[in-house]
């Protein structure tokens, strides 16, 4: 057996190869949508805010560098392979700490649940851990229907929770349709509109349930008093309020929530349920939760304490790296890090699109997380090809193709962060000669 030293874990075959292997075992047709884009390449070795592809689109391209841009939606909030977190990982493992048994307690979920308890929004003080972002959601409105006894739920149009269950269900249409999973108690309403929730509303919903900021929806910023006024709605009429923090959460926009402080200073809402997923893992290991008020748990479980179970949701290996971030992450010269990249990044965004009315509609965001959007979709998409090739990777958001969305890494420096606006602007400005 080979020595860990010996182990390679980039390149390991010829990219190739590798396309090959993963048309004909994984997903052909995603392999042909990225050759047919021009970025017919693997991704490889990686660390901070960077990454490299095996090699390049052509086979005469040198491989690619590519400022991480996209981080997954704040799966990289603090870069690559962060070696704190590394350590931590290492340090836990070395230690014989493994995934733990979901059946018993457990030390790390109860030292996770108590740091979450004293970061939220006052009052969320249990947690119930998952995998991914999905699972957390799904919680989340299954136990909103078991606490109002209600089935009804309301989501935003554009809006994106995941492709599980009741996740999948408060999505776009797009998504779902194909899986048969149309489900008439599932409604939508636009985001940021008050009045239409109003006339949607009533006593037989269980949970209203939205982004702080839409992401895949646009990286819509909602006006002052949209979620002062979903709060109200939701206690006029009984009705729970899930707030999904996935990629909001954490520090993203500058504050440790986009719901308290982090869309507006004097706005802080409290919803009944917080969810979080992508950031939690810092990256390195999978990790979601579902955060809520004390008197949910008591109608969960009080009858059956095992009536929700996820045999590695709330691992104990991933409660100790997602421990660490929360430290990192929650302190205060952290985060007035994340305000003043954010300005710059904005700014920058702002002084582009100001140069390029001809191409770009709006510029907006929070923190270290915007918009960009551009006069139609296929200007979108050809901005996103035209900025990839200049080593920035980002994508277009999947319910609204004209604009990007631009994440880059918590830990992003000043001068990185000038390189990047650099390489947008080249690309931006090469549009022109794309279309
Ligand atoms: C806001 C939001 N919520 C939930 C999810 C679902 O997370 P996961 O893909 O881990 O299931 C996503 C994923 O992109 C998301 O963006």
Request: hydrophobic share 40%; net charge negative.
């Amino acid at each position: 057996m080979k020595n860990d030293s010996d182990n390679k874990f980039f390149g390991t075959l010829p990219q190739k190869e590798l396309l090959k292997l993963y048309a004909k075992h994984v997903n052909s047709p995603k392999v042909r949508f990225f050759k047919g884009v021009g970025l017919g390449v693997i991704l490889g070795e990686r660390a901070g805010v960077k990454i490299n592809t095996l090699e390049g689109a052509k086979p005469t391209d040198p491989p690619m560098e590519l400022y991480d841009c996209h981080t997954c939606g704040g799966v990289y909030n603090l870069g690559h392979g962060n070696q704190k977190i590394v350590q931590t990982l290492k340090d836990a493992l070395n230690s014989g700490l493994d995934i733990g048994d979901h059946l018993q307690l457990s030390e790390w979920r109860a030292i996770l649940g108590a740091k979450l308890a004293q970061l939220m929004p006052p009052g969320i003080t249990k947690t119930t851990f998952g995998v991914s972002g999905g699972e957390a959601v799904d919680t989340a409105i299954k136990f909103s229907r078991a606490y109002t006894k209600r089935r009804k739920c309301i989501s935003a149009v554009g809006g994106y929770h995941g492709h599980t269950g009741f996740a999948l269900a408060t999505g776009d249409v797009n998504f779902k349709e194909k899986f048969l999973w149309n489900f008439p108690d599932f409604k939508q309403v636009p985001f940021g509109d008050g009045d239409t929730l109003k006339n949607t509303i009533s006593d037989d919903v269980a949970c209203v349930i939205l982004e702080a900021i839409p992401a895949t929806g646009g990286v819509l910023i909602a006006q002052e008093g949209y979620f002062s006024e979903v709060r109200e709605l939701c206690d006029d009429h009984g009705v729970m309020m899930i707030i999904d923090e996935v990629q909001t959460g954490l520090g993203r926009t500058g504050h440790f929530w986009a719901i308290n402080g982090g869309l507006y200073e004097q706005e802080k809402v409290i919803p009944d349920f917080m969810v979080l997923g992508k950031g939690m893992s810092a990256g390195i290991y999978p990790l979601s939760t579902c955060s809520y008020k004390p008197f949910i748990e008591k109608e969960i479980f009080k009858d059956d304490p095992f009536i929700h179970i996820s045999t590695t949701g709330g691992s104990e290996l991933g409660c100790v790296v997602a421990c660490k971030m929360l430290d990192i992450q929650s302190d205060l010269m952290f985060l007035s890090h994340v305000k003043e990249m954010g300005k710059l990044f904005g700014e920058g965004l702002e002084d582009i699109a100001n140069g390029h009315p001809e191409l770009i509609k709006e510029v907006r965001g929070r923190g270290l997380m915007w918009g960009v959007e551009f006069n139609n979709e296929t200007l979108g998409q050809f901005a996103m090809l035209s900025i990839i090739k200049e080593g920035v990777l980002q994508n277009y958001c999947g319910n609204k193709k004209d604009t990007l969305i631009m994440m880059p890494p918590l830990i992003v420096k000043e001068e990185e962060i000038k390189e990047i606006i650099k390489r947008i602007r080249e690309g931006v400005k090469n549009i022109n000669h794309l279309v």
